[in-house]
C-alpha cells in the first residue's frame, strides 16, 4: 500500500470519526500525517498508535475557524515534514435547527467552522501546494450539500457553500497543478450521524438504496482515491459515497 | 503525475475476478483490460474486431498475472450477449465486473442526423449498455454482488453543437446507471458511471470533430487525459473500496463541468 507515499497531508477533524479513518487510511498507504483538532487527548492518542505502526505522524491543537490556528499549522507542517501535497478539510459540525428555528448565533458558529474554516484551510495551504507544484485538496461535502433535507438548516447550508468553494478552488489553482474535490458522504455511522437505531438514521435508511449505513472506512478509500496520483485528471467534481441515496 | 508503466494502486480483492470489458480490442477499453490484467482479473476482451482482439488477449495472458481471452460480441444484439455469457461462466465460472465501454460516436446536429444514424448510435451506447446489464445480473445476483461501470462521457452532462445522437445516447446511459444502481442496489450490485473528458485515443479526433488543440482549450487542466487515468477511475469503482458508492456520476474530465 504505497499510494501516498512521499506525500505530506494535513487532515482536520481527525481525533475521531471519518477523519481518524482517513488518518488511518492514509498512514496505510505511506503518507506522512499532521493530524489536527479541537480534541487534544483522541488526537494524541490516536497520532500514538499510528506512530507505533511506523506512521510519521504529528498531531496538533487546531480550531479550523481561527485564521491564526492555520499559519501555525502550515508553519509546523513544513517544518516537521518539509512541505504539503494534500489538505483534507474534515472537521465538521452539526446543526439540528430549521430555518425558523435556527438562530443567529448557532448560524455563525456552524458556518464559522464548515464554511469559513475550509476556506481558511484552502488559503493557507495553496501557497504550500503551489511550492510544490501542485497538490490536491480533498473538502468533506455531503449529500446535504447537494440536496435538500429537511431541518438541519445551516448544515446544508454550509454543505452546499462547501461544493461551491470547491469547484472555485479547482477552476482558480487548475494552473498550478492543484486538484480539488469534494467527497459527499451519505448516513456514516459516526458520532456526528447519531445511534445504528435512532428516529432520524432509520429513515435515512429507509431512503438509501443498499439499506445499511455507510463505514468511516469506506469515505476513507474515496478521499485516498482523490488525494492520489490515480485521480490526477479528477477535479472539481464530487465523489458521493452514499448507497445509492442521490440515485434515486 | 501518474506514471504510464507502473501501477499506482494495488487492488488484492480483484484477483481472480472475472471481468467484462466491451469495446476493449483498442482505445481505453483495451487499456481497462490491461489493468485489470495486472491486477491478475480474468478478463474476456469483447469486441467487434476480432483480430486486434485476439492479438491483445494474447499480449496481456503473456504478461499476466491475470489473463485474457477475446469473444466476439456486438454489443446491440441480444443473441451475441447470452452467447457470451454463456461462454464466460462455462470457462471461468463467474462475472463479477461489467465495463460497458463499447461506443459509436457521430457529429450530426439535429437537422444533418438520419434515421439510420441515430438509430444505429441507440442500438449501440444505451441499448447495449441495458442488454449487457441484463445478461449479466443473474450470474451477479447468483454470487451476492458485483460491479457495473458504464462509461458516459461529458457530453452526456452539457450540450454541445451538433453530437444530437451522440449526446443523448450519453445521457441515456447516464439515467440507465442510476436506474440500474436503484433496481440493485438492496442485491449489492453496484452500478456507477465513469464520464471521461477529451481522452487521447482519437475517438473524438477521428470522428471529424475538433482538432486536439481545440479540446486541450477546453479543457481547465490544459491537456487531454491519458487512457490509464480513466481506467484507474473504472478500477476504483470495480473494486471494494467502493463498496458503498452506487449511482455516482464520476467525471473524470479535468474540470471541464466545474466551470
Ligand atoms: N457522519 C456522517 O454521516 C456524515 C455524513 C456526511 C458528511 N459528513 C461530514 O464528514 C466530516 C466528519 O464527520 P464525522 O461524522 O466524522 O463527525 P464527528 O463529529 O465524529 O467528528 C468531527 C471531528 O471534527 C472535530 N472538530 C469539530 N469542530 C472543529 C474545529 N472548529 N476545529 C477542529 N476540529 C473540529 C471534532 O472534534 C471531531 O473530532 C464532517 O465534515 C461531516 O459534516 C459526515
Ligand atoms: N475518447 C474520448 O475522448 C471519449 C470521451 C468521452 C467518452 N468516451 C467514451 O469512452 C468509451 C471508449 O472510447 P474510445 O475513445 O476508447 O473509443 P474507440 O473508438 O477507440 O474504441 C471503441 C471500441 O468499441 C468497439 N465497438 C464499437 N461498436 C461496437 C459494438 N457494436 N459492439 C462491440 N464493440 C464495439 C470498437 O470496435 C472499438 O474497439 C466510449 O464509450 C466513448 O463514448 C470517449
Not at chain 1, 135 to 160: E, P, Q, R, W
Not at chain 2, 61 to 66: F, K, L, N, R, S
Request: proline fraction near 3%; hydrophobic fraction near 45%; charge should be negative.
Amino acid at each position: 500500500m504505497t499510494r501516498l507515499t512521499s506525500k505530506t497531508a494535513i487532515i482536520t477533524g481527525a481525533a475521531q470519526g471519518i477523519g481518524a479513518a482517513i488518518a488511518r487510511a492514509f498512514a496505510a498507504e505511506g503518507a506522512a500525517l499532521v493530524l489536527t483538532d479541537l480534541q487534544d487527548s483522541a488526537g494524541e492518542a490516536l497520532a500514538a498508535d499510528l506512530s507505533a505502526t511506523g506512521a510519521r505522524v504529528l498531531f496538533l491543537h487546531h480550531d479550523v475557524a481561527c485564521a491564526a490556528d492555520w499559519e501555525t499549522i502550515i508553519a509546523r507542517t513544513q517544518e516537521a515534514f518539509g512541505g504539503i501535497d494534500i489538505l483534507v478539510n474534515n472537521a465538521g459540525i452539526g446543526a439540528l435547527e430549521g430555518l425558523e428555528t435556527e438562530t443567529e448565533d448557532g448560524w455563525q458558529r456552524i458556518v464559522a467552522v464548515n464554511q469559513t474554516g475550509t476556506w481558511l484551510g484552502m488559503r493557507a495551504a495553496i501557497p504550500a501546494l503551489r511550492t510544490r507544484g501542485g497538490g490536491a485538496i480533498v473538502n468533506l461535502c455531503s449529500i446535504m450539500g447537494l440536496t435538500g433535507d429537511d431541518g438541519h438548516f445551516a448544515y446544508n447550508a454550509t454543505k452546499g457553500a462547501i461544493r461551491t468553494m470547491t469547484r472555485n478552488a479547482a477552476v482558480s489553482y487548475v494552473g498550478d497543478g492543484i486538484r480539488a474535490n469534494t467527497v459527499c458522504p451519505g448516513m456514516i455511522l459516526t458520532e456526528m450521524a447519531g445511534e445504528e437505531d435512532d428516529e432520524t438514521t432509520m429513515d435515512f435508511l429507509n431512503l438509501t438504496p443498499m439499506r445499511r449505513h455507510g463505514r468511516p472506512e469506506e469515505v476513507a478509500m474515496g478521499v485516498v482515491f482523490l488525494a492520489s496520483d490515480e485521480a490526477s485528471f479528477i477535479t472539481g467534481t464530487d465523489l458521493v459515497i452514499d448507497g445509492g441515496y442521490l440515485a434515486r | 503525475m501518474a506514471d504510464t508503466d507502473t501501477l499506482a494502486a494495488t487492488y488484492p480483492c480483484l484477483a481472480d475476478k472475472v471481468v467484462i470489458v466491451t469495446g476493449a480490442a483498442q482505445g481505453m477499453g483495451a487499456m481497462h483490460a490491461r489493468r485489470f490484467v495486472q491486477q491478475g482479473s480474468r478478463v474476456v476482451i469483447a469486441d467487434i474486431q476480432d483480430a486486434p482482439g485476439q492479438a491483445l488477449a494474447g499480449d496481456l495472458t503473456a504478461c499476466g498475472p491475470g489473463e485474457a481471452m477475446f469473444c466476439h460480441l456486438d454489443v446491440a444484439s441480444a443473441a451475441d450477449w447470452q452467447d457470451l455469457v454463456a461462454g464466460v461462466t462455462a470457462r471461468w465460472g463467474r462475472i463479477d465486473v461489467l465495463v460497458n465501454n463499447a461506443a459509436v460516436m457521430a457529429i450530426a446536429g439535429i437537422e444533418d442526423e438520419t434515421e439510420a444514424g441515430w438509430d444505429r448510435i441507440m442500438s449501440i451506447n444505451p441499448k447495449g449498455s441495458w442488454l449487457g446489464i441484463r445478461a449479466v445480473i443473474p450470474e451477479m445476483r447468483r454470487l451476492g454482488g458485483g460491479s457495473i461501470i458504464n462509461i458516459g462521457s461529458i457530453a452526456g452532462f452539457v450540450g454541445s453543437e451538433g453530437h444530437v445522437g451522440y449526446q443523448t445516447s450519453k445521457g441515456a446511459v447516464r439515467m440507465l446507471t442510476k436506474n440500474a444502481a436503484m433496481h440493485y442496489a438492496p442485491e449489492n450490485i453496484r452500478v456507477n458511471l465513469v464520464a471521461p473528458g477529451i481522452v487521447d485515443t482519437g475517438f473524438a479526433v477521428e470522428a471529424g470533430d475538433h482538432s486536439d488543440d481545440e479540446y486541450i482549450k477546453l479543457t481547465p487542466l490544459g491537456r487531454l487525459a491519458r487512457p490509464e487515468e480513466i481506467s484507474a477511475a473504472v478500477l476504483f469503482l470495480a473494486s471494494s473500496q467502493s463498496s458503498f458508492i452506487t449511482g455516482l456520476d464520476m467525471p473524470v474530465d479535468g474540470g471541464f463541468l466545474a466551470q
